[in-house]
């Protein structure tokens, strides 16, 4: 009898869905932050150096504010946690909230691009010694995290960037969790690699992923524990190792050890854009293909990711000569 009376649960919105919380149940303090303050050396644009990690305007583990800080969400080795960056003028502050807030902490200065060396670049071409000096905050980021990049990376495989983003974000915010801490609105931290396992094939259907892309990133969260061991390997090793795995490309792997290592020489083959924007940038040949592309980058050996990067930085791409490739919503079907 005493359970018909206890207090009725009351519904609240959380990640757009809804979960019971009792009625009068104590609402918990927040957990005060972890701090660490950082002092780069150089010049540091939070935007460039992070803005590759952001999967889309919408991306529930990426928020850029108004004062200029940046907030992410992320699934660490030691659980979730929320990091928020904000440049002052004693250096870059960094706050954590959650399991992972020490994890985020230690890897600060890496993700920020304290590994990376932008003296290392000897500019070749004037359009790159231009964007150099114009852009000198530019470092690439380091990660420390596999998954975190290869899985939205193998939902942008032969679609448009915004199904891949539209996908990223509604599956993330339906099977994520919460980001830790005060984080902006909707942020959460992706999936756990079982959690991926165990979506349903309808709802990577309604997410617009087809079969191919899903099985690829079911069979990566299964050797999960594999791949992110490949953050302790160079570079190439660690493309090797991805590429291991059925679905798994040069492409896909390229654009993770870009973020999750800081490869400074990993070039994106096989993209539909890449080629002809190098191309016309540095040789007026906006037809070049993947061959024309690597050898007008052969200059740079060692450095062609961030001579790319500076390509696309420039603003000098071949104007648009077709179509926008058109937007297809699986879903729908």
């Known amino acids: 009898m005493a359970g018909r009376f206890a207090p009725r649960p009351a519904r609240t919105d959380v990640r757009g869905g809804q979960v019971a919380v009792p009625v009068g149940a104590p609402r918990r303090a927040p957990v005060p932050a972890r701090v660490r303050t950082w002092a780069p050396e150089g010049p540091l644009d939070l935007g460039l150096v992070l803005g590759p990690l952001r999967r889309g305007p919408g991306d529930p583990a990426f928020r ?5 800080s940046v907030w992410r969400a992320s699934l660490t080795p030691a659980g979730p946690g929320t990091l928020r960056v904000t440049g002052r003028p004693d250096g870059i502050r960094g706050e954590a909230w959650g399991p992972g807030a020490d994890w985020l902490l230690d890897k600060l200065p890496e993700m920020l691009g304290a590994a990376d060396d932008p003296s290392a670049f000897v500019p070749r071409h004037r359009l790159l010694a231009l964007t150099r000096h114009r852009r000198p905050g530019l ?3 380091r990660t420390g995290l596999v998954l975190e990049s290869l899985i939205p990376s193998i939902l942008e495989q032969k679609v448009t960037t915004g199904e891949a983003y539209r996908a990223w974000r509604l599956l993330v915010r339906k099977y994520g969790e919460p980001a830790p801490g005060p984080a902006p609105e909707r942020m959460s931290v992706m ?3 079982r959690t991926w396992a165990l979506i349903p094939s309808w709802e990577w259907h309604r997410a617009g992923v087809d079969d191919k892309r899903a099985s690829t990133v079911l069979r990566a969260v299964r050797v999960a524990a594999r791949l992110e061991e490949a953050v302790g390997m160079p570079p190439a090793e660690a493309q090797a190792r991805l590429e291991l795995v059925p679905g798994i490309g ?13 490869a400074v020489d990993a070039v994106t083959v096989g993209d539909l854009h890449l080629p002809g924007i190098v ?5 007026g040949d906006r037809y070049a293909d993947d061959a024309v592309m690597l050898s007008l980058l052969e200059p740079y050996a060692g450095q062609r990711h961030r001579a790319a990067r500076l390509i696309l930085l420039s603003g000098r791409v071949p104007g648009r000569r077709a179509p926008r490739m058109p937007y297809g919503d699986i879903g729908r079907l």
């Open 64 to 68: 850029a504010l108004p004062d200029g």
């Open 250 to 262: 040069p492409w896909t792997s390229a654009e993770t050890v870009q973020r999750s290592h800081g």
């Open 279 to 283: 191309g016309w940038a540095l040789a």
């Open 139 to 141: 470092r690439l980021t």
């Open 191 to 193: 999936p756990a690699p």
